[in-house]
């Protein structure tokens, strides 16, 4: 359907090079889309680069820190000189922190921060500078969490910075929706990735989590990928500040 057809646009990935984010770079590619994979580590962000490559899309790979403003003014600065103009922005990049407040070293909270929220701005200011120039709108998308709405023990710096998510979408939203640029944000639930690996194979923890959701199960990558497409599409071009949570019905039951 033409909605959700991504022809001619680009999308930029932030840590993508796995995970959520490389499931998220192949379906938007999937829907036609050029897709920049980016990553800290470069062989696994080659290894990507090469999977999609070979499955026939169109991908591009970046390599920067997305705490570091000047370096993703220099990115973007490199993009924009080969002619590469960003449609869709989908801020991914994050790192978890499990320890008690009390025991949270400032550095720690510092780089949960840095990394999951302060980065979203950034970037999405960035991008959006060089949107509205272009006068031809884009799309956000902010990736949250389920604790973008509520709270865990041990995970008090990432719950922080993934509420600051889903508010920082609504005041994108607020400033930017006249330029025709679509914010919003999606809710993961808990998903099966490397970084909750350690979650999957605690007996304790996965019956939890099997009883408490509803689906009766985990996600996987792959479960977000209509959302991703439907909020960079032209589907949703007036759906603007929401978050959108993918979470087999956690957040819907007591």
Same mark, same amino acid.
């Given at each position: 359907?033409?909605?959700?057809?991504?022809?001619?646009?680009?999308?930029?990935?932030?840590?993508?090079?796995?995970?959520?984010?490389?499931?998220?770079?192949?379906?938007?590619?999937?829907?036609?889309?050029?897709?920049?994979?980016?990553?800290?580590?470069?062989?696994?962000?080659?290894?990507?680069?090469?999977?999609?490559?070979?499955?026939?899309?169109?991908?591009?790979?970046?390599?920067?820190?997305?705490?570091?403003?000047? +370096?993703?003014? =220099?990115?973007?600065?490199? #993009?924009?000189?080969?002619? /590469? %103009?960003?449609?869709?922005? $989908?801020? &991914? +990049?994050?790192? =978890?922190?499990?320890?008690? #407040?009390?025991?949270?070293? /400032? %550095?720690?909270?510092?780089? $949960?921060? &840095?990394?999951?929220?302060?980065?979203?701005?950034? #970037?999405?200011?960035?991008?959006?500078?060089?949107?509205?120039?272009?006068?031809?709108?884009?799309?956000?998308?902010?990736?949250?969490?389920?604790?973008?709405?509520?709270?865990?023990?041990?995970?008090?710096?990432?719950?922080?910075?993934?509420?600051?998510?889903?508010?920082?979408?609504?005041?994108?939203?607020?400033?930017?929706?006249?330029?025709?640029?679509?914010?919003?944000?999606?809710?993961?639930?808990?998903?099966?990735?490397?970084?909750?690996?350690?979650?999957?194979?605690?007996?304790?923890?996965?019956?939890?989590?099997?009883?408490?959701?509803?689906?009766?199960?985990?996600?996987?990558?792959?479960?977000?990928?209509?959302?991703?497409?439907?909020?960079?599409?032209?589907?949703?071009?007036?759906?603007?500040?929401?978050?959108?949570?993918?979470?087999?019905?956690?957040?819907?039951?007591?």
């Amino acid at each position: 359907m033409t909605l959700f057809d991504l022809t001619g646009r680009t999308a930029l990935i932030t840590g993508s090079s796995g995970g959520l984010g490389l499931a998220m770079a192949r379906g938007l590619a999937q829907s036609g889309a050029q897709v920049i994979i980016h990553g800290r580590n470069q062989d696994k962000l080659e290894a990507a680069r090469e999977a999609l490559s070979t499955e026939g899309h169109k991908v591009l790979a970046t390599s920067f820190d997305v705490t570091d403003e000047a +370096a993703i003014e =220099q990115a973007l600065e490199a #993009l924009n000189d080969d002619g /590469i %103009d960003i449609d869709i922005l $989908v801020n &991914n +990049a994050g790192v =978890q922190l499990r320890r008690p #407040l009390l025991e949270v070293e /400032i %550095d720690q909270w510092d780089k $949960v921060i &840095n990394t999951n929220l302060t980065s979203t701005f950034l #970037l999405g200011r960035n991008v959006a500078r060089q949107m509205i120039a272009r006068g031809k709108g884009g799309k956000i998308i902010n990736i949250g969490s389920l604790m973008s709405s509520v709270a865990r023990p041990t995970v008090g710096a990432y719950t922080a910075s993934k509420g600051g998510v889903r508010l920082l979408t609504q005041s994108m939203a607020a400033e930017w929706a006249e330029h025709d640029i679509q914010t919003n944000a999606i809710g993961p639930g808990y998903m099966m990735t490397e970084m909750t690996q350690p979650l999957v194979d605690d007996p304790k923890f996965n019956g939890w989590l099997i009883n408490r959701t509803p689906a009766k199960r985990w996600g996987v990558p792959e479960d977000l990928v209509g959302t991703v497409v439907y909020l960079a599409s032209p589907a949703s071009n007036y759906v603007n500040g929401q978050i959108i949570y993918v979470d087999g019905g956690m957040l819907a039951v007591i």
